[in-house]
């Protein structure tokens, strides 16, 4: 089976200096100290540089993911296809508007054209856009859209259900509450068939 290329966008990988890290560091200080955080404990010194080391590792989607980067042809190519659904993709992102995780899984389905692509791609598609500040709606829009760029299948299905601490921290307190969104392109959007039988495999 020949392997084919994939149109991933070229990222732009983040590029900080030794300098930039000292001065973020120090900033980061200034702020945890003002909230009240002691940094003169033993456990506390390496807070700061922890904290953005964290925060840097959280939003990596950024730099994108190399390993996007090849399809197959499918093996019936020309023939209807059957429904492919992988879940739950575990995901943790941080939500643009209080820089607060939310975290939760994902379900995808395509319906395959004349191209298919890895399994374990699907979870690439997915961590390449929650390790990013964002909104759900977004991710599932993006997630959507980038399966369509790379194989152009018959149908694309994404369902998301997270939990938002910026709601259950903060704010109205709302412990326990989770917010789902679907996502529709091609045969999905058309048919309310092909759409219930992906439901059936999220619940």
């Known amino acids: 089976m020949s392997v084919l290329p994939l149109p991933v966008p070229d990222p732009s990988p983040r590029r900080l200096t030794d300098a930039d890290w000292e001065r973020l560091e120090r900033h980061a200080g200034e702020i945890l100290a003002a909230f009240g955080m002691d940094l003169d404990t033993p456990g506390t010194r ?37 429904l492919i659904v992988e879940g739950p993709i575990g995901f943790h992102a941080l939500c643009e508007h209080h820089a607060l995780p939310f975290h939760g899984s994902a379900h995808i389905a395509y319906v395959a054209g004349s191209e298919i692509i890895g399994i374990s791609k699907l979870t690439r598609i997915v961590r390449l856009y929650a390790r990013r500040f964002t909104v759900q709606e977004r991710m599932g829009e993006q997630i959507a859209d980038t399966l369509v760029e790379l194989i152009r299948p018959r149908g694309v299905a994404v369902h998301l259900g997270a939990a938002h601490l910026c709601t259950q921290m903060r704010g109205v307190e709302e412990d326990g509450s989770r917010t789902v969104t679907t996502f529709w392109r091609g045969a999905f959007a058309d048919d309310a068939d092909l759409r219930h039988e992906f439901l059936l495999h999220v619940t």
């Not at 989607?61 to 390993?67: L, N, Q, R």
């Not at 090849?70 to 209807?80: L, Q, R």
């Open 46 to 82: 390496d807070t700061p540089t922890r904290f953005l080391r964290a925060l840097y590792d959280a939003t990596s989607g950024y730099d994108g993911d190399p390993k996007l980067l090849t399809s197959f042809p499918a093996e019936h190519e020309g023939e209807a296809s059957g």
